[in-house]
């Protein structure tokens, strides 16, 4: 590797912990990428955690305390995955320790926290933070994002963006912390997993005027430690109706965040229409790109038609995987990074980078707007 070398300490040695270190393991199939990561030092309360770590042969700090990771002088970067009440007090500890932070949506639990964190930024000179969200670097997804940058759509008519897991239909699922607001937040699965389906609205700049929210809490109570049944008090499932606006046309923008969605896995779809172009596509289907144009057809003449066309597996930064090839999960983690890694090494030019902190700080202002909006059935602005 010829990159600068980039030292990652992870605080939080959960699911998506181990998914970046392995990330980070492939690094090597990224085609000269600026930045060289090495996992050096891993942190997390359940000493049982680290374990894992323990056959990555280039961590040689594990801790239960993250301000020995953070005092650390050759950390460079740190990944933060904990739960959303411990978001502000981590986040501010690493930008004051002056490590450059990739952050786990929500970018904390609530819109107060966000300012905090905000503010730490603000007083910190040279700060780089980045909030996490990796569905937007399928392939697809960026074919998808180009296209409506490019100006095919023509006037456009309206767009959609959902998330959509069915993890929750089991009502035997243990209850856990995602599942309780003093740990979760009021949002639920929006501070969850809402990021994911504002990602790409927000960088394309769609910021909502008012917002119309329909949430459920369809699972009321779920098995505590002992079986018991204890509330369960957060949202499973929200759809966020909003109006936008793009090229000076405003259009309504629907934003589906679900937990609750039997049939799915972990999909990510986008869709947008417009008079002229359309564009869709959905992780369900990885490979392929539908894109809505006018043709001749001999014999026939000019018809609507959506074709389908294979994606490949190039993203935002290139790799030694053929072109021909399917795009996964994991390759989605990997070009997260790389985009991360390369805007923190300021080249990472006009490629899609990762969360910005205001955009972070937004989402809560529209989670906020939904929740007033559900409770009083009329559109809200989100504040701010």
């Not at 600026?34 to 374990?51: F, K, T």
């Not at 986040?91 to 450059?100: N, W």
């Not at 392939?139 to 959902?162: F, K």
């Not at 934003?255 to 008079?275: D, H, L, S, V």
């Amino acid at each position: 590797m010829s990159g600068r070398r980039v030292n990652v300490g992870i605080i939080g040695g959960g699911l998506m912990g181990r998914e970046i270190a392995a990330a980070l393991r492939r690094w090597p199939a990224l085609v000269d990428h600026p930045a060289d990561p090495q996992l050096v030092a891993v942190c997390d309360i359940n000493p049982a955690a680290l374990e894992w770590f323990a056959g990555i042969d280039t961590v040689r700090l594990t801790t239960t305390d993250h301000h020995e990771l953070l005092a650390d002088p050759d950390i460079d970067v740190v990944y933060i995955a904990v739960r959303h009440d411990l978001h502000e007090q981590l986040y501010v500890d690493t930008i004051r320790a002056g490590k450059a932070l990739l952050a786990e949506k929500p970018f904390g639990i609530d819109g107060a926290a966000a300012d905090a964190i905000l503010r730490a930024i603000d007083e910190t000179p040279g700060s780089f933070v980045r909030v996490s969200s990796e569905m937007p670097y399928f392939p697809g997804a960026q074919w998808a994002v180009d296209y409506v940058r490019s100006g095919a759509l023509g006037r456009i008519v309206e767009a959609r963006c959902a998330f959509l897991h069915a993890s929750d239909r089991d009502t035997a699922k243990p209850l856990n912390w995602k599942r309780q607001q003093r740990f979760c937040g009021e949002a639920g699965v929006l501070n969850d997993l809402g990021m994911h389906t504002w990602h790409v609205p927000l960088r394309l700049g769609w910021m909502p005027e008012t917002v119309s929210g329909v949430l459920q809490d369809i699972v009321t109570e779920r098995p505590g430690p002992d079986g018991t049944p204890q509330p369960c008090d957060t949202w499973d499932n929200a759809v966020l109706h909003s109006w936008a606006t793009h090229d000076g046309a405003r259009f309504p923008l629907t934003t589906e965040t679900k937990r609750i969605a039997p049939g799915e896995k972990n999909t990510w779809e986008f869709e947008a229409i417009g008079m002229e172009g359309a564009v869709r596509f959905s992780t369900k289907n990885p490979k392929e790109v539908q894109v809505f144009a006018l043709i001749d057809v001999p014999g026939v003449g000019r018809e609507q038609s959506w074709q389908r066309i294979d994606a490949g597996s190039q993203s935002v930064w290139p790799t030694v995987t053929g072109p021909n090839f399917e795009s996964g999960f994991s390759d989605a983690i990997l070009q997260m990074w790389a985009a991360f890694l390369a805007e923190h090494q300021g080249l990472l030019g006009d490629g899609f980078g990762t969360v910005r902190p205001e955009e972070a700080a937004a989402t809560h202002r529209i989670f906020a707007a939904a929740i007033a909006s559900h409770q009083s059935g009329a559109a809200v602005a989100p504040r701010g």
